[in-house]
């Protein structure tokens, strides 16, 4: 299984700025996302990042307000631009490794609590 | 688009066994997913379903019907740590998985 840490693990901030979460997978994976989960809800998608090329965004997210890096294998980044409060959420980082057609693992940070103010 | 429909929530007896069901409308999927999220916590990788049928890990197995559009989550032996979100999700075209809303189980002494 690939252990993903996410940093920072919470943060507040005011609105009109912006906050750069950062995600590390110990190993090599195939896929990473960007999901946000609202209190009480599920896991909505934001992005998918993909190495070395622009991020493919999800319906109703867009990249001058979810700017998302992804240098290599292990590592990308998700920015939150000109916050505001319906921005507070937390934000998941994933990685999937697909071992093989019939088998997939995709695991999840441990979030980044925002809250704007 | 997909559809996943979980229901709201449930609740179960400890040393029971407790079913959760997910149906789902989409044109097409890679493989299922079932997940555990304790609140205030990242989801945990349950199970992973391509082919029809069960699979069986533990206390927990996942069942998938690709026919009928359908999954299950079977936890036996409950204990009060089950207690948590079971999320149902397709892991579709691309690879992204999308997620269901989740099934909210409560396993009361």
């Known amino acids: 299984s690939a252990v993903i840490s996410q940093k920072p693990s919470r943060d507040i901030c005011q609105r009109g700025t912006s906050l750069t979460i950062q995600c590390q997978v110990d190993s090599q994976v195939t896929m990473m996302f960007w999901y946000r989960q609202q209190p009480g809800q599920s896991l909505t998608l934001i992005a998918t990042?993909?190495?070395?090329?622009?991020?493919?965004?999800e319906s109703g997210f867009v990249i001058d307000k979810f700017p998302i890096s992804r240098p290599n294998l292990t590592f990308s980044t998700l920015t939150v631009s000109n916050m505001s409060p319906e921005d507070s959420s937390i934000y998941l980082c994933?990685?999937?490794?697909?071992?093989?057609?019939?088998?997939?693992?995709?695991?999840f940070g441990p979030g980044t609590r925002l809250t704007v103010l | 688009g997909q559809n996943i429909d979980q229901p709201t929530e449930m609740t179960a007896t400890e040393g029971a066994i407790v079913q959760i069901n997910c149906t789902y409308q989409t044109s097409g999927f890679n493989g299922l997913f079932w997940y555990q999220q304790h609140a205030g916590e990242a989801p945990t990788f349950l199970s992973y379903?391509?082919?029809?049928g069960l699979e069986e890990k533990g206390r927990f197995s996942s069942f998938l019907s690709r026919s009928k559009g359908y999954s299950y989550l079977l936890l036996k032996e409950l204990q009060m740590k089950d207690s948590a979100s079971y999320l149902c999700?397709?892991?579709?075209?691309?690879?992204?998985?999308?997620f269901g809303a989740g099934t909210r189980l409560f396993v009361k002494a």
């Open positions: 999700a397709l892991n579709t075209g691309g690879f992204k998985t999308i």
């Open positions: 379903n391509v082919l029809d």
């Open positions: 994933s990685a999937q490794t697909q071992k093989r057609l019939s088998y997939n693992e995709q695991f």
């Open positions: 990042a993909n190495q070395g090329s622009e991020a493919t965004y």
